[in-house]
């Protein structure tokens, strides 16, 4: 249950909306179980400190670089989503470093996740770069057809682009002041 802006369980922020953080909030959707953003939980994993600092010192293509990177480290994989969520010892809140793909003892490569664990995940690398940026911004949007999480990412030109990493397309929202390269 919410009460406001604040998920009544956890405490923690409802990701939807300009001005709210990602990173630290918890992404809840009608008939799904929350899922909570906490990248400070990431850092055992091998790959995650090199990509923050790809992410850092990227200068050009940063939008196409961490669709990439969501599509790669959290892709699709409704199977293990919904066996996660089918697991009745997990609750109803998930840390979305449950579904980062990650290799097994085996070697294998297992985890992915849904739509909306890709487009948080996306969203947090963003924010990542943006959070000391007073010109950038990302938040998340719910599509108006089912509430499946969008990225929303204002430029420093003042252009803002709705971004679904599972389709890879970036559409401009506000188009930005002319002469800049774009995506940004």
Excluded: C
């Excluded at 669709?67 to 066996?83: F, L, S, T």
């Excluded at 290799?103 to 996306?122: H, R």
């Excluded at 719910?142 to 990225?151: E, R, W």
Aim: hydrophobic share 30%; glycine share 12%.
């Amino acid at each position: 249950m919410e009460i406001g802006n604040t998920d009544e369980k956890s405490g923690r922020p409802l990701i939807e909306g300009r001005g709210t953080p990602i990173d630290g909030g918890v992404f809840r959707r009608l008939g799904h179980p929350g899922i909570v953003v906490d990248t400070p939980k990431m850092v055992d994993i091998p790959w995650f400190q090199g990509l923050k600092g790809n992410i850092l010192s990227i200068k050009s293509n940063l939008l196409a670089y961490v669709g990439a990177m969501g599509q790669e480290h959290m892709p699709i994989n409704n199977d293990r989503y919904e066996k996660l969520l089918l697991d009745p010892m997990r609750g109803d809140r998930y840390s979305l470093k449950a579904f980062i793909s990650q290799k097994n003892e085996e070697g294998q490569e297992i985890g992915g996740g849904s739509p909306d664990t890709q487009a948080l995940f996306v969203a947090s690398l963003l924010e990542m770069r943006v959070k000391d940026d007073p010109d950038r911004k990302v938040w998340i949007d719910k599509d108006n057809i089912d509430g499946h999480a969008i990225v929303v990412y204002e430029g420093k030109h003042g252009g803002t682009y709705k971004f679904d990493p599972t389709k890879g397309n970036i559409g401009f929202e506000k188009q930005p002041s002319s002469n800049v390269e774009l995506p940004e």
